[in-house]
């Protein structure tokens, strides 16, 4: 009572959340590019998914430019004057370029019909592609003093979201084909119990922590950020998709799509809640 | 001892010939005039809702034995920075003479990272319009007024503060003020456990606000409102 408290802003907003979800997309799609030169089942979803994957990167580019307060400056990122490779961004920028270009190559060797380049430039594409959810991750990890985010977990989190996320797509590009469907389903199935999994550890461990953890645990469990993260992210986003995947329903084309737009909204869910969710503890601070 | 302790290269600990800049904040000695707050909005044109330093108080004690409990604050000026190590483009860097955690506004592409970075919430984003100064849309804070240090003046804070409650000096000379106030008193820091080793030592401060409280989960909806309007006019 009568306490003077002084505001602050948070740092990152709610763009930044999407930029998340768009390239945490764009890096599963790449994967399953990837996986229709080794697996004949994802052979029709091969350019689909690339030129998917390069949309959502340039979706993604534009957010990540448009967020900054200077976003005439991003070129500053890539000077290599300024560079400072302690930071996680930096290397972030770098992989996002190299994964663009390595994008473009792909795509052109693609539409050549050219074979043994699409082979090997797949494989770069998908190895760049696994560093987007991985910085993204660090991103948030090097906040050491940040609850949630500095659980060293968080780039395998963002990896298994980026997997689930791009087979939710997958599942929706694949249509009507079965076999496609079929290995889809198993992607979903297993890397939407990945990230249950993962976050049943962070709230464990968020649980147990000092005060700053167990207060950024009330946030994130309780209020209008509660329904985000355990209703949405939780339990429609990942433990629904589940068990509608265990299900004889899930089997069926319909059931697999169902599940990955569930996890779909589900991962939209997760990462505005895990961004937005440890900010707001500090506001007050 | 001290090298020792030392973890980090950047920092500038017993260095010989290197100074080591710190301010002493003795709470006893602050009576919540803001004056500080007040000669910092005046040195820098800092706009409105957004502040180098800031004296947020609580109200302690029980009736009829109640006091308020005040609680200056500013960045820190750690000697192992987290913005620094985050910032992908060296905008934000250390000065090696002086330990003075400095910002370059033609260089901060305003990503915000060093703000995350910051266990004392110390930085903020400026609005993209200001009346005097033409530095906008860039992340800022304070400088420990290095504009004045590299002019043997203090900070304004400093020069301001009618309690005598704010002392600035060389950590490294170990017969600066600072130095005999931080040996001979108990002081601590704000936030340790970061590892950030901060160049703002506090003597008495008070628990109830250097540590999180239910007061960081229970938000007093009516000042959110206020944040909100705020935001919108500078387009934040």
Redesign the interface.
Known sequence: MGDYVWFHDVSWHATYAIYFFVIGICAGLSFLSYGSWRTEALRPLREKAAYGSFALLVVGGLLLIGDLSQPLRFLNILNPAYLNFTSPLAWGALNIVAFGIASVLYLAALKQGSQARGKVLATVTALLALGLPIYTGYDLTVHQSRPVWNTPVMPVLFVALAIASGSAVGAILAGANESAQRLLREYLLWSTAAVGVILVSILGTTNYGGAAQELTFMILTTGTMGLIFVGIGIVVGTAAPIALLLAPFGRQQVGVVVAGVLVLAGGAALRYALLMGPQQLQTLY | MSDELRVSPIETREVPGKRRFAMVVDTRRCIGCMACQVACKAEYDTPLGV?RT??????VGKYPNVK?QFLP?LCNHCDDP?CV???????TYKHEDGGFVLQRYE???????C???????AR??LP?HRTYTPIT??VDKCTFCFHRVTQNLVPACVQTCIGRSRVFGDLNDPTSEVSYLVAKNATQVL?PE?GTKPHVFYIGADRNQT??G????R??DV??L??DAF?RHFN?
């Open positions: 502040n800031w004296v947020p108080y609580k109200v308020k604050r987290p190590r985050n910032c992908p483009v060296g905008a260089r901060c592409i305003g990503c915000r990272s703000m995350a970075a910051c266990p004392y919430n903020f984003m993209s849309n860039v936030r970061e540590e999180f239910r007061d960081a989960y938000k007093p000042m959110e206020q944040r935001k934040i």
